[in-house]
């Protein structure tokens, strides 16, 4: 499939000295949820910068849509859509008043812009409040409208900064729904910022870890949890037993074992093969099991591994956001 962006040795260095973002070469594929996670300050936020042309790089290169960002940044933005981490909707202005000023700064005519706006309220189910002023929206309401406006010109990539952040789970999913939608019907390329790692692995075709400026793991969210290795058995005993953390070391490819009251929790590359083994090591003893769960690898561990540090959002205060680029945007 082909790369509709695509990064080499992408870096930007601040007056002060600091690279923000460090050589950093990767390619998303056409009609992809591509997930671009990090720590705050990792470089994030100057990354998407450069992509959507709002960051001049300093060293490097990067095509969007087979454009260059620096050569061609005009054709670059009549190609993309972004979705910014807070609001930039107009409160004092009706649903359809914010859309129909998206479409005249996009140079659509009203000949384009009015079924295109009836499109879009319709499909991120606004059309009954799009005449309410937003300042009335619900929180969802209000990223389902930044979704439409961000889309008005119907972009091939979707640049999306952390467009949950604050949502309910409710919200939450019904935005993704609409995203996949996006993706489904008219082949958008999502570039994705989030800190629900979660959200992450359920949606990303293919991620990417930055940290210090520096990309650090690349790949589909399986394979970077798979490259972390370990599954987890948590084996609960019924009533009374004996310290069973001898029995369970002793099978074949259990690497570690943790004992909590009745809780064990085994370390093993392949969980689901040894569940009999373990059981039947439990039998052995004269020992009920009362429960057997078998944990694989998740992605807020694999940041962990990676970073040393677990995942905030944007805006926590011990976070970084060292290296600002104009505008108040921020090099998360």
Not at 108 to 125: G, K, N, T
Not at 191 to 219: N, Q, V
Request: charged share 30%; aromatic share 4%.
């Amino acid at each position: 499939m082909e790369h509709v962006i695509v990064t080499e040795g992408l870096g930007k260095r601040y007056a002060d000295g600091v690279d923000a973002v460090r050589d950093v070469s990767l390619t998303v594929r056409g009609a992809e949820i591509y997930g671009f996670l990090g720590p705050n300050g990792a470089g994030k936020t100057t990354t998407t910068a450069m992509l959507t042309t709002l960051l001049r790089p300093t060293y490097g290169r990067a095509e969007v849509a087979g454009l260059d960002v620096v050569r061609r940044p005009d054709a670059v933005r009549r190609r993309i859509g972004i979705v910014f981490q807070r609001s930039t909707a107009d409160a004092d202005l009706t649903g359809r008043e914010n859309l129909e000023l998206a479409a005249g700064l996009c140079s659509l005519s009203r000949a384009e812009s009015r079924p295109r706006i009836r499109e879009l309220l319709e499909r991120m189910d606004l059309s009954e409040a799009a005449d309410r002023r937003v300042r009335s929206y619900s929180g969802g309401m209000q990223r389902r409208l930044e979704v439409a406006v961000g889309t008005i010109q119907d972009p091939e990539i979707l640049f999306l900064d952390e467009p949950t952040l604050g949502l309910d789970p409710q919200s939450r999913a019904g935005f993704w729904r609409y995203v996949r939608e996006l993706r489904r019907k008219n082949g958008v390329t999502v570039f994705l910022t989030t800190h629900y790692l979660d959200e992450a692995d359920a949606l990303c075709d293919r991620l990417s870890i930055i940290d210090r400026g520096h990309l650090i793991a690349s790949g589909t969210p399986a394979e970077l949890k798979e490259r972390r290795g370990d599954d987890t058995i948590e084996v609960t005993l019924a009533g009374e037993a004996p310290d069973l953390t001898a029995a369970f070391a002793s099978v074949a490819g259990v690497r570690a074992v943790a004992r909590d009251g009745a809780m064990y929790r085994l370390k093993c590359a392949r969980g689901e093969a040894l569940v009999t083994k373990v059981a039947l090591a439990a039998q052995s003893r004269e020992v009920e099991i009362a429960r057997v769960v078998v944990r694989k690898p998740s992605l807020d561990e694999v940041f962990l591994e990676m970073t040393g540090r677990a995942y905030r959002a944007e805006g926590d205060p011990n976070g970084s956001a060292k290296g600002a680029p104009p505008g108040g945007a921020r090099a998360g």
